[in-house]
Nanobody, 128 residues
Framework: VQLQASGGGSVQPGGSLRLSCVASGFTDYPAMGWFRQAPGKEREDVACISDRHGNMWHQRSVRDRFAISRDNDKNTVYLEMTGLKPEDTAVYYC???????????????????????WGQGTQVTVSS
C-alpha cells in the first residue's frame, strides 16, 4: 500500500485547509485515518473513517472544526479543516489498515497510529 498526502500549508488562525491522501495497492476498502505530530509532542489521532460504509470518528478537540471523508472510487481520504488554531500546527499523516477499524479507535481499543500503512506527511502551520 502506498499513500500520498497533500494539501498542507500555512494559514492564519481561523483559516481553512483541505488535506487529501491518495491510496494505492489495495482492492478492498480499509479503514483510513489521519493523525498528527507537533514538534516535541506525541503523535495524536485526529480522525478515522471506516471501509465503504463511512462510519467516522473525530478527536474531541477537532470534532466541531474538522471533517473526514472518503471517495472510494478515487481511493482518497480527505480532511477538511476549518477554524484552524495555532495548536493545530503539526505534520499530518494519513494511514490505512485492513484489519483495524474506526469502531475500535472510537472505543479506545486501537489508534490510527497503529494502522499498518502511513503516508509521508504534510505540514500544516497556523500562525498570525
Amino acid at each position: 500500500v502506498q499513500l500520498q498526502a497533500s494539501g498542507g500549508g500555512s494559514v492564519q488562525p481561523g483559516g481553512s485547509l483541505r488535506l487529501s491522501c491518495v491510496a494505492s495497492g489495495f482492492t478492498d476498502y480499509p479503514a483510513m485515518g489521519w493523525f498528527r505530530q507537533a514538534p516535541g509532542k506525541e503523535r495524536e489521532d485526529v480522525a478515522c473513517i471506516s471501509d465503504r460504509h463511512g462510519n467516522m470518528w473525530h478527536q474531541r478537540s477537532v470534532r466541531d472544526r474538522f471533517a473526514i471523508s472518503r471517495d472510494n472510487d478515487k481511493n482518497t481520504v480527505y480532511l477538511e479543516m476549518t477554524g484552524l488554531k495555532p495548536e493545530d500546527t503539526a505534520v499530518y499523516y494519513c494511514a490505512v489498515d485492513r484489519d483495524l477499524n474506526c469502531f475500535q479507535v472510537a472505543a479506545g481499543r486501537a489508534r490510527v497510529t497503529d494502522f499498518a500503512s502511513w503516508g509521508q506527511g504534510t505540514q500544516v502551520t497556523v500562525s498570525s
